[in-house]
């Protein structure tokens, strides 16, 4: 009765992704728990960390796709809105180690006591509460979101000028939270963790767990997603991407539709960096950096945009290259990133996901350009399309 | 003079200039109820830029754009001008060509425009009846589920005259639907005009003559941004600054 | 042809005689300071007064030494040198030549010692020295000194100097000096007063501090006129930082606009988002180090102009990665902004990477010709040579561009092509070789920005990054598809960020910029000078 709703709800291709992502998180954690680890078929716990790192990408990237693949705003800065997720869930971490910090200090994380600060910054107040940590997670990234994307949208800035602007973004922020005075660790960033609602962080089943809810959390994440962008906002909202103007003279208010599902994508991605912080021990501004945000982007687009499953798979397939290559050559991981960036754009617009599409081949060629929605903005009458 | 409560569309003295090119140069132009307007012009006449200025696209510099007698439309934007019921096809057929024929209906059809209305949409039975019957309207039945990518440019056209039918406005501008379309589709066209002016009012922008002769409808001559001749089709065509303007000087 | 002659044989003589003189010169030097270790206390200020009468900046070096108790002489031979302690390891000078003479062991000297009374003889000796010295520069910041410290003693040197010195700055100094010293040591109300107004007039920070200290001894009357005075000078003063908060502001600019001109044709003209615009920038950087590099081991002669050479060289090698670049990956991407803002983010990194495996990833040092370093002073600021020049640099390029745009008929073409492509083609323009080539010279325009930040900045794979963002920011401030916008958007976010930083520090007035620019395109998305009308929408 349950699966027939979901089948609905999820089609074949959604239910059946589910089903293969479920299974496989319980064929690691078995295998972990289970097996010794001489046997040829254990995942260590380090693995098991790692994988828990990219389901949290994941996530990250299929925010990203929500706004970019279905919506056509390209955002160059939802690693800011990652980041700020996991500074919030950092904070919380912080506030959890108590006196048991280098200076002994029962309120007051170390980086404080060393900068001589005597009481916790306003901003810090609550976060000994996971709930409240939680919530900031999401809250935080959200409302900045939605601050930036009510200017943004109301005043209908689209294309690379979008992009570029929310690159500033992440780019100021970079340059804010690395200063000392912000109250957030500075260059250093937040670390040292001991332990996340009462369990030890280094200790291998904390670390399955948190592996197991970041799946969990990745699953209801896709199906939500899979349901909004079927809904009639969900084509409203690729009507949108492929036709801005002509929504707007159907009488939508194309703003309002893009900055709600901006603001949830930001609050999305907060979840994902909240999800990340326990999982790697640390938060830093490098988060911030702009070259971590642009790098989710290739995610999607080496998966497919416009598709949910193309995100996952990008978000694991390159974040695995990464992790093997840059251990075994790391002078050629910057060459194969930027070719990755390269080839995908010239010679697979669509991803991964595009080349099971061959059907909609020739609906995409003349799609893609529309997707961008701005060729008009250049005098180009875009001659070498397609 | 018109009576400005009778007129649905007023434009007076419009002009617009872009980098002091004046596309719009004192235009004025009366639409009342339920009425068919033809208007024809040659090439950068300012036919599609007046239909920005009435849709909220542009703004005009100067002049009154009243809608109904008292809704100032200089004042709004885009989408509450939509709200209000005046609904348009472009000249080249705009339509969501990755999305169904259904689903382009479907997000055209007079329903909640809100971001939470549509979340939680259902199809009702009332509705798909509906679409059905505008797309046996536009012949588009048996494409009901394809892609509009897939259509030809007749059928794209077909489409959005079903979208803007679907909208429900109380005015249609329509530009150039007839291009595309073979001679009995044009003719079809012009009959389903004819058809909705009886309750609505529409101002049809074309080249095709023969289109123009088949609405049997008062014409307006547009040259350089203002009226050059209004009347019916056999009485602007006689009109020798409207020859001039057609055949060159 | 004579004359010539002439001219040779007077410049060989009088080089040979300046060779002897100072050659006769120098002996006499190091017999004085050598004799400083023979005998008493009594000796030694007899030593010290030959040395004042000498009139030569050199002595200077030793008599702050001995002042200090770092002059010694060799035991066994009785020469003087300066001893230095660094690391626990005692480094001797020269204190003539000042070049160094190794380490050594220090028992095998003894300090040359000094008593107050010495002291103060040097101090007065040094001060009346430092007011003769041979440069107006150096006398001018001798009477600084005096200013600042109000330095009694100095007053006799400065009023014997004052009946020869010639020079008007430094005279102005020197009365300034001179009032000082009066101000504090003089009761008569009159004086005093003549005093302030003499500071007054002269301004700048030292005078305002000698006024401030003046005033708990003031009585009232002269104490109200002090205030006044004070006032005046913080008026002017304040003038003063704004000027200089406009050139520090101007001088960014032109960092920024060097930077973004090139991409002003890529991203303004042509419309193509290149994220590699920046590594163009480093490529012209590290063409200026190679350069620098082989005319250093080839021709060193030529070691001055190697920035001439660098130029056209920056230029055409950014200029060929642009073309490779446009050639290769953009010209598939027309029409599809977003995925070029993608692949060319790669190309980035590709570049980056490059350059790093080729020359490490350590800064690479490239020296700045000798017409092009130093500074010199107007009224209260300093301006140095460099960035002077940059910034009529930057303007000079700009220019050479809006004369190629509007007058050459490959700037016709280009704007034929961007306006209309398929009208320019059918005119018989090849469109394909215009792009290749508007792209080319906005990445070797790029070249050249490197040329010139090389001069200023640390030469390393990262330099590109660190100017991406502001190059969009100017060129989407100051409005897509215009040169003039480009110039003012730089020159404002420049001067911007100078005038915040005083009270926001670098980082947030940095912040605070970017943060307005967002602001700023929401309310005016096209930028400052939009283009308006149908033809972009």
Known sequence: MISDKFYKYLGISGSSFLCIMGGAILIIVASNTLLNSDHPLHVSSYVVTLLGKYLCYAILAISIDLVWGYCGVLSLGHGAFFALGGYAMGMHLMREIGPRGVYGNPVLPDFMVFLNWKELPWYWYGFDMFWFAILMAVVAPALLAYIFGWLAFRSRVTGVYLSIMTQALTFALLLAFYRNDMGFGGNNGLTDFKDVLGFNIQENRTRLVLFVISGLVLMITFMFSKILVDSKYGKALIAIRDSESRVRFLGYRVEHYKLFIWTLSAGLAGIAGALYVPQVGIINPSEFSPANSIEAVLWVAVGGRGTLIGPVLGAILVNGSKTILTSAFPEVWLFTLGAIFIFVTIFLPKGIMGLFNRSNRKSNASGISKIAGLRKIFIFDGKKDG | ?249 | MKRCRLYKSLFIGLLLSCFINTHLLADTLNDTINSLAKGGFKERAKVIGLMSRLNDDRILNSLEALSAGKLYFRKNNKQVIILKKEDNKYYAKDPVTKSNLGVVQKKQFKKIRVNNRLRRQIKLTLSSLKLRASSPKDRILAATNILKTIDKSALKAIQSQLLIEKNKSVRKAMIAARASVILFNNSSNAKQIQSINILMKYGGREARSVLTRFLSSANPRVKKITENAIKTIDVSLQRWTFIQNVWYGLSLGSVLLLAAIGLAITFGVMGVINMAHGEMVMIGAYTTFVVQDLIKANFSHLFEYSLAFSIPLAFIVSGLVGIAIERGVIRYLYGRPLETLLATWGISLVLQQTVRSLFGPTNQEVSSPEFMSGAFQVGQMTITYNRLYIIFFAVFILLILLILIKKSSFGLQMRAVTQNRLMARSMGIRSDWVDALTFGLGSGIAGIAGVALSQIENVSPNLGQAYIIDSFMVVVFGGVGNLWGTLVGAMTLGVANKFLEPFAGAVLAKIMVLIFIILFIQKRPRGMFALKGRAIE
């Open chain 2, 1 to 249: 003079m018109a009576d400005r409560k009778d007129t649905v569309l007023y434009l007076d003295n419009i002009s617009v200039s872009f980098d002091g090119f004046k596309a719009i140069n004192h235009l004025s132009l009366y639409i009342t109820r339920g009425e068919l307007r033809a208007i024809i012009g040659p090439n950068g006449a300012g036919k599609t830029t007046m239909m920005d200025i009435i849709t909220g696209k542009t703004k005009p510099d100067t002049g009154t754009l009243l809608f109904n007698g008292n809704i100032d439309l200089k004042k709004l934007d885009e989408v509450s001008i939509a709200e209000l019921g005046i609904g348009r096809k472009f000249q080249k057929p705009t339509i969501f060509e990755n999305q169904t024929v259904y689903d382009n209906i479907l997000l055209s059809l007079d329903n909640p425009r809100g971001v939470i209305a549509n979340l939680g949409y259902v199809t009702t039975k009332s509705t798909s009846d509906k679409i059905d019957e505008l797309l046996e309207i536009i012949r588009l039945t048996k494409y009901k589920n394809l892609e509009g990518s897939n259509l030809s440019h007749g059928q794209k056209q077909w489409l959005e005259i079903g979208m803007l039918l679907a909208q429900d406005p109380d005015v249609l501008l329509v530009d150039e639907p007839a291009a595309g379309m073979t001679d009995a589709e044009t003719a079809d066209t012009a009959k389903l005009l004819i058809n909705i002016a009886k309750t609505k009012s529409v101002i049809v922008v074309e080249h095709d003559m023969e289109f123009i002769r088949a609405l049997n409808s008062k014409v307006t001559v547009l040259h350089e941004g203002a009226v050059l001749a209004e009347g019916s089709l056999d009485q602007v065509s006689k009109n020798q600054e409207v020859i001039d303007v057609y055949l060159g000087r």
